[in-house]
């Protein structure tokens, strides 16, 4: 604890100065630029700028890094609320209430809520990158392939949040997302499956493709065929600021966002993609009954914050493996780690001790990064939410555009872009008929993931199912897991009864 | 984007072209193009990098131009190449063995046959580790456990087929038992492979050296043997002074298209042969910890060739070819 205060005032002593202070506002700058991009992620961005290290001293470069690194993720939402067209996968459950209140003329505090509770999250992150770092990672570690597949089965509990209305329509949207994340080279036999022959499906189905073809050009696609001659509807803007109830209602969810995230963002095979889900799960379950109604349908605060704590106190959480073990647990953290190599740096569990300079540099660096990007978006949001009041039909096609656009920009292939469309297509037509579309993403992103650690786990135990009951944490997340899918109807069959 | 680097690629080539004249070097090609079957920042990337680096500092090439086509161990990449470039005598592939198991777990219609071989540039051992917390304290201890009941010695590493996959094939070959009892479990990528092994969730891994040296270092791996055939670590014996008969390297170098002319083909040859002669060749391999591998023509050809059938031999076994 004295160590990591006397380390953080060695830090912020180096990253106050001006050249540093700089290089951390250029990569503010830069982060958030490729987060609000659509396929431009932060891991491609700092591989672009690699080369970088051959000319600047290490501190800088990673200061550079850094604030691209937590500048995509404050950058991520802002298209996920704005145009329904999320930048990473991170940021896709923050599009699900943040699209429907930015269409209800509540966008601005959707836009608010994000950037704070990014901040919130952040800072936590943050926080527990600078005391907890090397204590959460080693109990990180004590989690294996089973406990993962169960924290995975615990998440998809958290579908039953987006089913909709008709539950034989909201499996059949979340079996086409099975289906579709199986298509690729299979990780544990190195087969391809249902790649068609064509060698861009070897590497699976990009699922920010996905989620931007459902979400951005299936809707465009269903306004432009359902669309009727009448008078442009132009969208409300709304209130730019978040009003006292707001700010009350954020509070919480920043919070329990935050400290879900952090731990997921830690664990070696976490990602920042399960915590958005079980905290736009529990934040439905959560909110106070008069604002319950808005879940799905007006966009709900709650459903914004919560979300978007989590993505980014998990970002944070991803450092903590990086920076004490040496461990790249993401494709950021992967090309970070190459970037040290360029420095004839090698990051190991002795990080810390061998370069403890620049790793707290580092670590000061990210809270400076935190505060500018706040003071940077919180005044772009009143600009941001300007972008609604362009007429229908233009904004629908320049939403068109856009992803078109992010989508070559993943992988330069043509094969995404028919891909784009034709998923935009079914998306269409989902939509038309009422089928979810979220149930497709995330199915996407969790079964693969679950069939692999399931897989994992079943090697290591040779084909023993009972891994999964055995091993005391994993048994504990299951009857979680089951408690959160029959305990609310127990309980409501409970109540029926008592008041009959 | 990659327009772009391209022009900002030929800006600076021509400034270093420039620069050369007194570099004494002759100039053996005007541009070069570069295609590199993964993402930037991987080994592949590093390695074709490193060659624009070192041979326009000295003059051989004008200018480079780079293309990045990621996924699949090269298997996205590879086919693009070999149809685009097609007889072309300026364009070079960066790949290696990761590849060569790669075409074949995924039954690629392309394969490494398609490429014409140019030069083998570098390799990297492989290591064998238990977790610190292991009751199995030396490579003896392993192989009687793995001899015993392969299926109970869970062992970690990357993509299934790929190099570290090989390797506990061939340990278990030499052995006496099937390459298909071990209980292999495929990771993606290093991270999670590393803290599986580091929490002691499979009994021991397999990785490049270089993935691995720092856990090593600080106590949290135990290492028991490399892979190459001398020793890359004096402190860590090789597998075959243990007695067991198995080398296996991530080997990487460049190729260059199908159909070109023998004369062309020659050209690179050369071309390569005088990039690694320079002193900063020799200066690089040493700030990269990349071991030389330096191999080509005949020799090389050779060199894939039983490469290619001792992976295929391992796959066919496994089930994955």
Known sequence: MMDSIAGLQLGFSHALTLTNLGWALLGCFLGTAVGVLPGIGPALTIALLL?????????????????????????????????????????????????????????????????????????????????????????????????????????????????????????????????????????????????????????????????????????????????????????????????????????????????????????????????????????????????????????????????????????????????????????????????????????????????????????????????????????????????????????????????????????????????????????????????????????????????????????????????FVERPVSLAILALAVAALVGPRLWAAVRRRASA | MSSRRSLLAAVTGLAAAALAGDAGAQQRLASLYMFIPAGPGGGWDGLGRAIEQVARQAGLVGTFQFENVGGAGGSVGLPRFVGQRRGRPDALMVTGS??????????????????????????????????????????????????????????????AGGTDHITLGLILKSLGRSAKDGSYVAFAGGGPAQAAILGAQVKAGISGLSEFAEQIKSGRMRALATTGQERTDPAIPTLTESGTDVVMTNWRGVFAPPGIRPDARDKLVALMTELHALPAWTELLKTRDWTDAFLTGEAFTAFLAEDVAKTEAVLKEIGLA
């Open chain 1, 51 to 467: 080369p970088i290290t051959f000319k600047v001293e290490a501190t800088g470069a990673f200061i550079l890094f850094c604030g691209v690194f937590y500048g995509a993720m404050y950058g991520g939402s802002t298209t996920s609320i704005l145009l329904n067209t999320p930048g990473e996968s991170g940021s896709i459950i923050t599009a699900l209430e943040g699209a429907k209140m930015a269409r209800n003329g509540r966008a601005g505090p959707a836009l608010a809520t994000a950037a704070i509770g990014s901040f919130v999250a952040g800072t936590i992150g943050t926080l527990g990158i600078s005391f907890l770092g090397p204590v959460v990672v080693d109990l990180a570690l004590q989690l294996g392939p089973a406990e993962y597949f169960s924290l995975m089965l615990l998440c998809f509990v958290t579908v039953s949040a987006v089913l909709g209305g008709s539950a034989l329509r909201g499996l059949t949207s979340l079996f086409l997302g099975l289906l579709l994340g199986l298509v690729g080279i299979d990780l544990q036999t190195g087969q391809p499956r249902m790649t068609l022959g064509v060698p861009e499906l070897l590497d699976g189905v990009n699922v920010v493709l996905v989620a931007v073809a459902l979400f951005a050009v299936g809707e465009t696609l269903f306004m432009a065929w359902r669309h009727t001659s009448a008078a442009p509807v132009v969208r409300p803007v709304g209130g730019i600021v978040m009003s006292r109830s707001d700010w009350k209602r954020s509070f919480w969810p920043w919070i329990r966002g935050s400290l879900l995230g952090f731990p997921f963002g830690v664990m070696p095979a976490g990602g920042t993609e399960m915590p958005t889900m079980l905290s736009y799960y529990a934040e439905r379950k959560l909110v106070k009954p008069e604002h319950a109604g808005e879940f799905g349908t007006t966009g709900a605060i709650e459903g914004v914050a919560g979300p978007e704590a989590a993505n980014n106190a998990a970002a944070a959480g991803i450092l903590v493996p990086m920076l004490t073990l040496g461990l790249p647990t993401s494709a950021t953290a992967a090309i970070m780690l190459s970037a040290f190599q360029s420095y004839g740096i090698n990051p190991g569990p002795l990080l810390f001790e061998q370069q403890g300079a620049l790793v707290w540099t580092l670590i000061a660096s990210l809270y400076v990064a935190n505060i500018m990007l706040v003071v940077l978006n919180l005044p772009l949001v009143g600009l941001w939410a300007r972008i609604l009041k362009i007429p229908q039909p233009q904004l629908y096609a320049g939403i068109l555009v856009f992803a078109t656009i992010g989508t070559y920009g993943i992988s330069n292939s043509v094969t995404d872009l028919v891909l784009l469309y034709v998923i935009g297509i079914i998306g269409m037509f989902m939509r038309r008929f009422d089928f979810p579309t979220a149930p497709v993403v995330i199915g996407m992103i969790l079964g693969p993931m679950a069939e692999q650690a399931m897989r994992q786990a079943l090697t290591i135990s040779e084909g023993n199912w009972l891994t």
């Open chain 2, 98 to 159: 990761i590849m060569v198991g790669a075409t074949l777990t995924n039954r690629t219609p392309v394969g490494m046959k398609d490429l014409t071989p140019v030069a083998r540039l570098t390799e990297e051992a492989g290591v064998v580790v238990v977790p610190a917390s292991s009751d199995i304290k030396d490579l003896a201890g392993l192989l009687a456990a793995l001899k015993a009941n392969p299926g109970g010695v869970s062992v970690g590493g990357g993509s």
